[in-house]
Each structure stands twice: as structure tokens, then as C-alpha cells.
């Protein structure tokens, strides 16, 4: 299929003075990306998308950071858009200062309509941190009014920092509820969203349902939308975090949104394809993933070790397979006669890392002596889980 259009949605990027770990990523993102573009049939990346949080505090110094790093690795035919959020009002001078200086250094609207290779692009910038109001839903609603009286069945591309509640993972404790009416009139929007961290290439970071939602990730670090895990929202290799989205059209106005490892230098899968934007009754990635998912599995020669010091336990084992990556792990210990359980825990397995790790050890308080059974659960994305493989043990 010939493709027609390409850009890059990315958002989280978090600029800080004296810190060069995220220039460093977006430079080599951008790299790759036009490395791989460059082999490509249509070789052009026509756009690039930041929305939101490419400046940690919205300080002039990072923001014009981020203009000399646009300057130096996006080519001038690549089209480069920007939205503001709730880090870049940060500064002292709040959101109308992070206004006017999007305007002075980059000479950009922090609202768009654009209109690129024949599609339509509306962006728009949050207020009073990630909300948008009246004023701005009615732009918003104009301006998709504009969009919609083209071809019903090109994509609209549309772009907002917070996510819209309920739709791509991370929704639930980093979205917003603001336009959701608004946009659900138009089937072929494919609304991009960051704010979460939340990682690409989790399956649920594409939604559909009335339209089409993705999540953008970060260039920074990753959080979660997990609270029983052993680290909390936020794991221990939060750091190994550099993703964006290159999109591509084709002539039939058919989508494919391709999660990208910077860091590593892969695509993360053969990419999220949607067919018919337009239409509702052709979408896949809806909430009936969660009724069609198999379990993963674990092999029937996983390694399963524990070792015990200092009040501590930790546990090594291999990780399970699938269809698609495991989400997490369980480990439910039980002791005595009545093989009661003494703990409960459960940690993510790294599954947002492109080498994901062969084994993954989780270590934990355990204030308990005597002989133990432990059972391992691997969890999926859509709440199914594997047969425990089963260990005993003694402290």
C-alpha cells in the first residue's frame, strides 16, 4: 500500500537544565527516524507532534533548549507542532508566561489547525494545568465541524496532552473528560495523548471505541497505572525509557501507528493498524480484548529460586510467554497445616523495555520461618492469569 503521509507523536519529553539524558534521546530519536525514513518508498517524515511536557518546568532556558535541539535534528521540510500542559506552566510567570513564550521562540500557535498532505491536524494546549474549557471546547468543536465536512473517511488527527478518561491505559488517574463529547461525533478522529508515561507498546496504550485514542509515552521515564506493585506506579527501571510513535497513512486513508524504542533502535511490534478509521463496527482494539485473551504460560523448565538474608526474600525466575509479553507477576506464599497465606505480592516484568530481561528476581520483607509453598502467577494486560508453577521452601 502506498504510503502518502508520515509524522512523529511524542509527548513527556522533560527538558531540564544541565541535564543532557533527554536531548541526547530526542536527538538520537530523531536520528533513527529519519534514518529509517530515508529507506523508505515516501521518504519523508512531514511532521513531528510534542504535546505537552517537552519542558520540565516551562523555564525559558529549557525551552529554548528544545528549540536548538528542533533547529539542529528536524529537518526544515518536517512540520513541527507543539502543545503546552501542565509542566510547562510550572514557571513562576504560570500558564501566560509558558504562552507567550511558545509563541515568542518557537513561532507557534499553542492551538492549530493544520493541513497536511491533505488531512486534517488539530492540536490544542491545556489550561489551569491539564484542562480544557469553554472557550477552547467550542474552538475545538468549530474546528472539527471545518475537519468533518471534508472526506468522512480521511483520519483526523487530533492532539491534547492529558488523555481522554477511560480509553488507553493510564486514562483512569492521568485523563480528562473535557472533550470526549465532542470528539465522539467524529469516528475518524485518531486522537493522540500523553501525560501518563504510560508505555507504547502496552497493547491497551491504543483504544478504541466511539474513535481511536493512543498514548504517546515519554522520553523521560515511565509510570504505570498500578498500585499493588511492590515498587509502585513507578518501577525501578523507570530510567530505560525513550519511545514515540511514527505514523503512517496510506492511499486508502488506512493507519498504521508504529511504537518505537529509541533506545534500542526497534519498532516494537508490526505496529497498530487501523483499517478504517471511519468506521466503529471495523475497529479491534476495543474493551473485547479482554474477553478473547489467553493466558501466558510458563515453561515447563522454569527457574524458580529463592534465597533468604537480612529479613529479606528474593525470589529469581524466568519469565513467562504468550502471545504477548506478560504484564506482571503474582507470588502468594502459604505456610502451616492449613496452607494458609503469609504474602502477597506483585511487580510488573518489565515488559516496557525492548530486551526485556530473560529472569526477573523480586525481592521482598518476609518476617516468617518455617516451610513454605510458594506459588508464581503470570498475569496479562487484560486480567487473565497462568497456572502457578509451585516451589516449597524452608527458613
Known amino acids: 500500500m502506498k504510503t502518502v503521509l508520515r509524522f512523529i507523536a511524542c509527548s513527556d519529553i522533560h527538558y531540564k537544565e544541565n541535564i543532557n539524558t533527554e536531548p541526547e534521546r530526542f536527538k538520537r530519536g530523531m536520528e533513527l527516524a529519519y534514518k529509517y525514513a530515508d529507506n523508505q518508498d515516501y521518504n519523508k517524515i512531514d511532521a513531528i507532534y510534542v504535546i ?23 529537518r526544515p521540510e ?42 486534517h491536524f488539530i492540536s490544542v494546549s491545556t489550561e489551569r494545568g491539564c484542562q480544557i474549557r469553554e472557550k477552547k471546547r467550542e474552538w475545538i468543536a468549530n474546528e472539527l465541524k471545518k475537519a468533518g465536512e471534508d472526506d468522512y473517511r480521511k ?22 473528560d473535557d472533550i470526549i463529547t465532542i470528539l465522539m461525533n467524529y469516528p475518524q478522529i485518531i486522537d493522540f495523548s500523553g501525560h501518563s508515561h504510560a508505555p507504547i507498546n502496552d497493547p491497551r496504550s491504543i483504544h478504541q471505541k466511539y474513535f481511536t485514542s493512543v498514548g504517546t509515552g515519554s522520553l523521560s521515564y515511565f509510570e504505570l497505572d498500578e498500585f499493588d506493585k511492590l515498587g509502585g506506579t513507578v518501577p525501578a527501571d523507570k530510567a530505560q525509557c ?13 493507519v498504521l501507528i508504529k511504537p518505537f524504542d529509541i533506545l534500542s533502535g526497534n519498532f516494537f511490534n508490526d505496529g497498530y493498524y487501523v483499517k478504517k478509521p471511519w ?37 529469581t525466575f524466568s519469565q513467562a510467554k504468550g502471545e504477548e509479553r506478560p504484564n506482571s507477576y503474582n507470588i502468594v506464599i502459604r505456610a502451616g497445616k492449613d ?33 513454605f509453598t510458594l506459588e508464581l502467577y503470570a498475569n496479562s494486560f487484560w486480567k487473565t492469569q497462568s497456572e502457578p508453577i509451585i516451589k516449597e521452601f524452608d527458613i
Not at 525492548?354 to 523480586?362: A, H, I, N, Q, R
Open 339 to 371: 496452607n494458609h497465606i503469609v504474602k502477597q505480592v506483585s511487580e510488573f516484568s518489565s515488559y516496557y523495555i525492548y530486551d526485556m530481561p530473560k529472569t526477573k528476581t523480586l525481592t521482598f520483607d518476609f518476617d516468617f520461618k518455617g516451610h
Open 78 to 119: 518536517t512540520k513541527k507542532i507543539l502543545t503546552l500542559a501542565s509542566h510547562e506552566f510550572h514557571s513562576e510567570d504560570g500558564e501566560e508566561g509558558a504562552y507567550s513564550r511558545l509563541r515568542e521562540i518557537f513561532s507557534v500557535e499553542p492551538d492549530e489547525h493544520n493541513i497536511i498532505n491533505g488531512f
Open 155 to 176: 483520519p483526523i488527527f487530533f492532539f491534547q496532552h492529558p488523555h481522554l478518561t477511560d480509553t488507553v491505559y493510564g486514562s483512569i488517574c492521568w485523563g480528562e
Open 52 to 74: 505537552g511536557d517537552f519542558a520540565n518546568s516551562g523555564s525559558r532556558e529549557q525551552m529554548l533548549m528544545f528549540k536548538d535541539s528542533l533547529d539542529k535534528y528536524v
Open 242 to 254: 525513550a519511545q514515540f510513535h511514527i505514523v503512517e497513512v496510506f492511499e486508502d486513508n488506512s
Open 279 to 315: 468506521e466503529p463496527k471495523s475497529f479491534v482494539y476495543t474493551d473485547k480484548r479482554y474477553l478473547t485473551d489467553k493466558a501466558p504460560v510458563f515453561d515447563n523448565d522454569t527457574l524458580v529460586e529463592t534465597d533468604f538474608a537480612d529479613g529479606k526474600l528474593s525470589v
